[in-house]
């Protein structure tokens, strides 16, 4: 079994119309949106879900009002101004950081510590295969633990299915939710757009991919917006030994298929969507071995 995943050094270099572009093309895979912040594979995908969970992680803390005594120890030890005294204590729940600090050192035993429902997650189907993908509540942390049960529960649905390729849809960036994203990983495709800054949280993807000796691929995306970018991406790829499977250049077809929710390629053959089915034909003969 081979995972791919897609990554961009930024948000809005087309990341997920690639993923949803090789959901479509590839064969026999699971897909996994590991964009747990912000998911969005399934505005592409219009899944079907077939379970629906609850996902829990940390604590938040709550007083038992029959017990609290009002003595104001916890408003005292608490660091983040979670806790105010009015008659008992009462938690700001949106404050509280699940320390625990107040729950041990409460005299009454009187504060609790719930763990936190701070998401959902979902196993969905979809037209081109079942998909894995979970929504983080606003605010919530803990975003590299449910991008690893993500992950997690996106292998036991292969091995169950004997599914030969998982495809990952990862976050925007080089922080937790994408390290997470990196596991039992055997191949990067980075995303970029022509531009300095593009091309800056390129070099951080690659620098992540050699720390975790990940293979990786490079797909410039909207290319001719800015050629002598390109170029330079290009040549930054060369000194680094990584391989620039194509470019793929700006197409309005792009925009439409996103107000359409389906992926690019299916029933398309514009300047991108061609593009785009040679960039997976180089990524499956170098990585997924169809």
């Not at 649905?157 to 998982?166: D, Q």
Request: proline share 4%; aromatic share 6%; hydrophobic share 40%.
């Amino acid at each position: 079994m081979k995972e791919i995943v897609v990554l961009s050094g930024k948000g809005g270099t087309g990341k997920t119309t690639f993923l949803g572009a090789m959901a479509f093309l590839a064969t026999n895979k699971v897909l996994a949106d590991c964009d747990v912040d912000a998911a969005d594979l399934h505005l592409l995908l219009a899944p079907e879900p077939r379970q629906e969970n609850e996902f829990r992680s940390g604590v938040k803390a709550r007083v038992d009002s029959t017990l609290c005594s009002a003595c104001g120890s916890c408003e005292e030890l608490c660091q983040f101004d979670a806790i105010e005294m009015n008659g008992e204590a009462q938690i700001n729940s949106l404050s509280c950081e699940g320390c625990g600090v107040c729950a041990h050192f409460c005299p009454e035993n009187a504060i609790i510590l719930d763990e936190n429902h701070c998401g959902t997650w979902f196993v969905s189907d979809t037209d081109y295969g079942p998909l894995v993908h979970a929504q983080l509540f606003a605010g919530e942390e803990n975003s590299g633990k449910l991008v690893a049960f993500v992950k997690r529960k996106a292998r036991q649905l292969a091995e169950e299915n004997g599914a030969e390729l998982i495809l990952v849809d990862g976050a925007p960036g080089i922080g937790c939710p994408v390290i997470a994203s990196l596991s039992n990983t055997d191949a990067i495709l980075a995303v970029t757009e022509p531009t300095q800054s593009g091309l800056h949280d390129l070099e951080r993807v690659l620098d992540l991919a050699v720390h975790f000796k990940i293979q990786s691929f490079v797909s410039i995306n909207k290319w001719d917006l800015n050629p002598p970018m390109a170029d330079e991406i290009e040549a930054c790829c060369r000194k680094r030994d990584v391989i620039v499977l194509g470019r793929v250049p700006f197409d309005p077809a792009v925009v439409s298929s996103q107000l359409n929710g389906v992926p690019l390629v299916k029933d398309n053959d514009g300047i991108a969507a061609m593009a785009i089915r040679e960039i997976w034909a180089q990524l499956r003969d170098n990585v997924a071995g169809d």
